[in-house]
């Protein structure tokens, strides 16, 4: 009987354990290396040639990880895809990305925490829009009714189509796309007049408008639609040393938030280096204000998952807790 009660005992003690899942990454996050002496482990961060990583560049290259004892390497990809494939393979630890690549990333076998905001807490940071193409009679979002805008599929683009179109009051069923996956090539497309209306991002919004297109909507009032956030390993954190170094790269973060927000204009030219900004804007675009190290919160990423939900594009379900992790401070 003795034998019997620990193996029950034993059977519900495991039950227990997977029934607190959905909350687990919050908690482990409390108890992960406490009491330990953790030396930082080397951690390698997947990025994209956008704005979203210049605090990054900031840090690395004003020493700001060094600083802080931990080795950085910044690898930087041409395409989501490219990024995404990377971190499957656990070729890095860690990547710049949106909310829906992180959670197709979780629900397809490839554990992630979101562990801060890198853009997109305020409304005014990092900027998204719709704009209709030059000569374009266009004037609201509700003329574009019917009307195919090129986007992407499946991504945080296509959630801002929805989202804005929505906010405008155009019906699900007269909101058409046409796909273009690639932003380059969805603006010539738009400039030549071969595309009525486009969703970009900056700094293609910006360029779009200097060259003449018509601002519709963006993401600056009311909620910001587009966060960008820093994803890690599950696997990456679950070691004493990542978990210390984790802590360590948000106060580079921050630190490097710091130093940009001191002059963002001195901060211009290598922002026009790392993220190719279009010649004709390299010498005047704004650079943004960054947030300081933030856990992405529940209001940016239900809605995120609800759409996802909605369109299929899950292949487990997923809730907010088992996707963004506290790193303590």
Known sequence: MSRRWVLAALAISVV????????????????????IEAKPEPIRIGVLPTEDSLPLWVAEQQGLFKKEGIEVEIVTFQAAQERDAAFASGSIDAYMGDIIASAALESGGSPVSLVTVMLGATPQEGRFGIV??????????????????????????????????????????????????????RLELLMSGKLQAAALPEPLLTLAEKQGAVLLADDTRGENLTQTVLGVSDKYLAVPGG?????????AWDAAVDVIDADPGAWRALLAEKARLPEPIKDSYVVNAYPKA????????????????????????????????KIPR
């Open 16 to 35: 227990a354990t997977i029934g607190l899942g959905g909350c687990a990454k919050q908690e482990r996050a409390v108890d992960a290396g406490a009491g």
């Open 132 to 185: 209709a193409r030059p000569g374009s009679q266009a004037k609201s979002l509700a003329d574009l009714a019917g009307v195919p805008i090129g986007t992407s599929s499946a991504s945080i683009q296509e959630y801002v189509v929805d989202k804005l179109m929505q906010s405008a009051g155009v019906p699900a069923d007269q909101v058409k796309k046409e796909v273009v996956p690639k932003v380059p090539v």
């Open 243 to 251: 978990m210390e170094t984790a802590r360590r790269l948000l106060r």
């Open 294 to 325: 933030q856990t992405p919160s529940e209001a940016m990423v239900a809605p995120v998952l609800e759409w996802m939900r909605a369109k299929g594009l899950l292949k487990t379900d997923l809730a907010y807790g088992d996707l963004v992790q």
